[in-house]
């Protein structure tokens, strides 16, 4: 298992057996306790997942600490599932995901669903007396994330349908905008 899924099961295993948050250990990397980059926790119980939460911008001061808060996150927060159990610990496998700085896309064409993950963007019309989370200069009501190269998602239309859905976007009657990033893969 790579580093960086071992500290994703560590931090898991610490979190669901005694409750408690480990410290970013001393032996990692130096880059990882130096850089800071949004990252994704996926975890799998038996091939079949079981949490999947992350960051797409940086939130902490360096990779290993985002690292651990997806964890927990992905532990205790994944409205798709329940938390995490201690029986169920044997049988997970963990992958972490350490995200490139997204960038919009002016283009369809300058997508790949296996090479490049997206993001999805609703950008409502601005009023002002609106107060929306702005994203690069874009106010967003709606958002929605996929992972680059997931089984079964073999076409950038079918990327972007199923990231528009994840995101209760209708982009049919909304007006979109894309980003992408790339991975790095840690299993």
């Known amino acids: ?6 500290l994703a ?8 057996e005694k409750g408690e948050i480990i410290e970013v250990p001393n032996d990692l990397v130096k880059e990882i ?9 996926t975890i ?13 911008l940086p939130t902490k001061e360096n990779i290993a600490e985002e690292i651990i808060h997806n964890a927990i996150a992905t532990v205790t927060e994944d409205y798709r599932f329940g938390p995490i159990q201690k029986t169920e ?22 997508l790949d ?13 601005l009023s002002p007396n609106r107060t929306d989370v702005v994203f690069n200069g874009h106010a967003v009501e709606k958002s929605a994330l996929l992972l680059p190269d997931l089984e079964g998602i073999d076409t950038i239309e079918k990327q972007i349908s199923i990231a528009c859905q994840k995101g209760r976007i209708d ?8 980003y992408r990033f790339t991975v790095k893969k840690y299993q």
């Open 1 to 6: 298992m790579n580093l960086l899924a071992s």
């Open 9 to 16: 099961k560590q931090t898991v295993e610490s979190y669901v």
């Open 33 to 41: 306790q130096d850089r800071k980059a949004g990252t994704f926790v």
């Open 44 to 56: 799998e119980k038996n091939g079949q997942l079981r949490g999947c939460i992350g960051t797409y």
């Open 89 to 110: 610990l044997p049988y997970l496998s963990y992958t972490v995901y350490i995200l490139s700085e997204p960038e919009l896309v002016k283009n369809i064409n300058e």
């Open 113 to 125: 669903s296996k090479k490049y993950g997206i993001i999805v963007k609703t950008t409502p019309i």
């Open 171 to 178: 982009p049919k009657k909304e007006k979109i905008i894309i």
